[in-house]
């Protein structure tokens, strides 16, 4: 039987093709290659409000009886109590399911793991610069897919960098501390 994992993101269509390679690199890191992983399409939340409704996770947590680990993945967006909501929705999860939710918070947004993979950064982004903006997205991850000609795809990008990005997982892991090495050290 193979370990199953559903990633739970605030946005699977804007999300999925950084969250899948990346969270499958992470896996193989932590000793979990074979495992089986999905994103969850159905339901499809709106959002952060969705996301980080307790009730709305624990719904679909019992939606999917034959998966061993949930992954709520959510942007942080500059907000420092974000950690706490989460911690609270897993133990929701836990206390109201029985089944195991971990849920991150990707400071400040999860296009930020994919630059973090990327070696060819233009030389004037300083990495604590690229970490600490709260719209990563727009400031550099967008212009970042248009130098690689991919952001006119219908992800704007994302899956072409995320999977580049994830085979180099190593860097990710170094460079995102706070939040993917906290999550793998987790699984």
Same mark, same amino acid.
């Given at each position: ?47 952060? %409000? ?98 690689? %000609? ?38």
């Amino acid at each position: 039987m193979s370990y199953r994992v559903l990633i739970i993101p605030e946005d699977f269509v804007k999300d999925e093709g950084i969250l899948t390679p990346v969270i499958a690199a992470m896996l193989e890191a932590a000793g979990k290659p074979r495992a089986k992983i999905e994103v969850c399409h159905n339901p499809r939340l709106g959002g952060t %409000g969705q996301a980080l409704n307790k009730h709305r996770i624990a719904e679909i947590v019992d939606m999917y009886p034959m998966v061993q680990l949930f992954l709520l993945c959510v942007d942080r967006d500059g907000l420092p109590g974000r950690r706490k909501r989460l911690d609270n929705i897993e133990r929701h999860v836990q206390e109201a399911c029985g089944k195991r939710l971990l849920a991150e918070n990707a400071w400040q947004e999860v296009e930020v793991w994919a630059l973090a993979g990327l070696t060819n950064l233009p030389t004037a982004w300083s990495w604590q610069d690229v970490r600490a903006e709260v719209s990563v997205k727009e400031t550099y991850f967008l212009p970042m897919a248009q130098q690689e %000609g991919v952001d006119l795809e219908p992800d704007e990008g994302r899956g072409a960098l995320g999977k580049r990005a994830a085979a180099n997982y190593t860097r990710i892991h170094q460079l995102c501390p706070e939040d993917i090495q906290a999550l793998q050290a987790r699984i």
